[in-house]
């Protein structure tokens, strides 16, 4: 039945599996579809890394290779992302795990937001990315 109603009401089908948990009814729990729910908000917090990081890295690309338009937003939105991956890093520590992947993943990313946005052509741009986690995490670090 749970699982019908996993693939029907989603909705509808948390809230029973809740219920059942907090009621101590683990024989009646759909383990498998919860397990998968489980498994799913784990890469969603890993992809939530990835497009912070694919924005950091899109400015930072902005900034070295477009010096004529840097400004104070530029400025704000790259201590922005600095902030908020700070941030999601102290909420999801074991995500550091995962950095080598993740800042591969995002600047993949970078570079097709980086071409989009500049109008330079992606080959302007390195094919790895110049900056290591650590700079393109430094308050410091502004690429020339």
Do not use: C
Not at 13 to 28: F, S, T, V
Not at 107 to 120: P, V
Request: proline content about 3%.
């Amino acid at each position: 039945m749970s699982s019908t109603l996993y693939d029907q009401d989603f909705f509808a089908w948390a809230n029973e599996q809740a219920a059942l948990l907090r009621a101590g009814k683990l024989d009646q729990i759909d383990v498998e579809n919860i397990a998968e729910e489980i498994e799913s908000m784990g890469r969603s917090e890993k992809n939530e890394l990835v497009n912070r990081l694919a924005v950091l890295l899109m400015l930072l690309l902005k900034w070295r290779y477009q010096p004529s338009f840097q400004s104070n937003g530029w400025r704000a939105s790259i201590d922005e992302q600095r902030y908020q991956i700070r941030r999601y890093m102290t909420q999801n520590p074991s995500l550091k795990s995962q950095l080598h992947e993740a800042m591969t993943d995002a600047y993949g990313l970078a570079l097709i937001r980086a071409d989009r946005e500049t109008g330079l052509g992606r080959s302007t741009f390195p094919q790895q990315s110049p900056f290591t986690f650590d700079q393109a995490m430094d308050q410091d670090f502004w690429p020339d």
